[in-house]
């Protein structure tokens, strides 16, 4: 069930994502609801009347199930449960639970439990007893407030528990992006909304392995892999967890140590696909969470994904006004993956500069070192010298300062 806001035409292409995503997590969708209103209902998110009739619908259909397209407040929740004698779920809690079905790795499960419990804490109710009729002091409390404080004291602790973990977690991230700064090796993030095709653009870049499925979610742990650029530079390409709309505030704080991935990285590649009617809402959803991430001013480069299922003249539409820096791709076909190197080749930043050296012949392993480590532009050997012109970047600077003709070395500033 869902609420259409008039501001809002497209509720219901959000309601049918709504049912993708309950089919994802396991259920079947045997019928909706949908109300149009300006503000949900502070008791009930419907109004009353169409509660009444959400009832019925329910005996209609037998269902034993109700999800609410939005996340709704431990009020609203507790109300319809009593009224419709229904379990109710909201988007929020689908989703957490789609996240728990594909975590797989250590830390993948660590964040998804992190954000179920920060959800769940706020939402614990007393079961039996109910706590307002209760007294308070030794001797009076029941058993509801007994379990209920007992289960409310688990989940701070378990909560506190897990931000410990994560922290380690940020730790070692942090101190694994130092080790490849330290080598020189930038990061590219791949990030996009859920099922835009950002791991099969990866396997088709790196052949990772990565699990590229027709469903959302399909990928939540990040997986990195090398890419060599045309100009012989190596990066490392990070596939990140997908994004949708209205993602749970409690699943963007727990993913804050996988997210920092793409706020620390050289370039964003926002993969979207363009056979999606909703594209530009998913762009937009996309660019809300890399805001709210702090990882809106890195460099972005839009990777418009899925070409082979359009024809030209839609391609043209889509992307008509687009000013930013752009590529067409089919991942899975592998249509337009050498003008998408090219284009990241352009557009990451680069450190360093060009200059021209004069390098003895004796000492010729320094130009083993500027292949692996720049980009050497031409090489012109004489009988006791090799003079070279290339772009040399800053972690090998001080080797090769002695043989300087042109050019201003920098120092390392990453």
Partial sequence: MGLENPNEPDAFLSLHE???????????????????REQPD?????????????????????????????????????????????????RTSVILDIFAQQARTREGKLQVELAQLRYLLPRLTGKGVALSRLGGGIGTRGPGETKLETDRRHIRRRIRYLEKEMETVRQRRRLRRERQELIGLPVVALVGYTNAGKSTLLNCLTQAGALAED????????????????????????????????????LVAAFRATLEEVQESELILHVLDL????????????????????????????????????????????????????????????????????????????????????IPITETRLLSLLHENGQVFKEDYQEDHVTVTAWVEPQIWKQLEPYVIKGTLIPESR
């Fill in 275 to 358: 056979s999606n009617p909703e594209v530009e809402k998913q762009k937009e959803a996309v660019e809300q969470v890399l805001k709210e991430i702090g990882a809106d001013a890195n460099p972005i480069l839009l990777v418009y994904n899925k070409i082979d299922q359009i024809n030209e003249e839609q391609r043209a539409w889509l992307t008509l006004g687009e000013t930013r820096p752009n590529v067409m791709i089919s991942a899975r076909e592998g249509i337009g993956i050498t003008a998408l190197l090219e284009a990241i080749t352009r557009h990451l930043p680069r450190p360093g500069t060009e200059m021209e050296l004069l």
């Fill in 42 to 90: 502070r008791g009930y998110y419907l109004g009353r009347g169409k509660v009444r009739e959400l009832q019925e619908k329910i005996n209609d259909l037998e269902a034993n199930l109700v999800i609410c397209n939005d996340e709704l407040t431990p009020t609203q929740l507790r109300n319809l449960e009593n009224f419709l004698a229904c379990r109710i779920l909201d």
């Fill in 215 to 250: 469903r959302l979610f399909s990928t939540l742990d990040t997986l990195s892999r090398i890419v060599k650029l045309p100009d012989g530079r190596s990066v490392l390409i990070s596939d990140t967890v997908g994004f949708i709309q209205k993602l749970p505030h409690h």
């Fill in 18 to 36: 709504l049912g993708r995503l309950v089919e994802t997590a396991g259920a079947e969708v045997i019928g909706q609801l949908i109300q149009k």
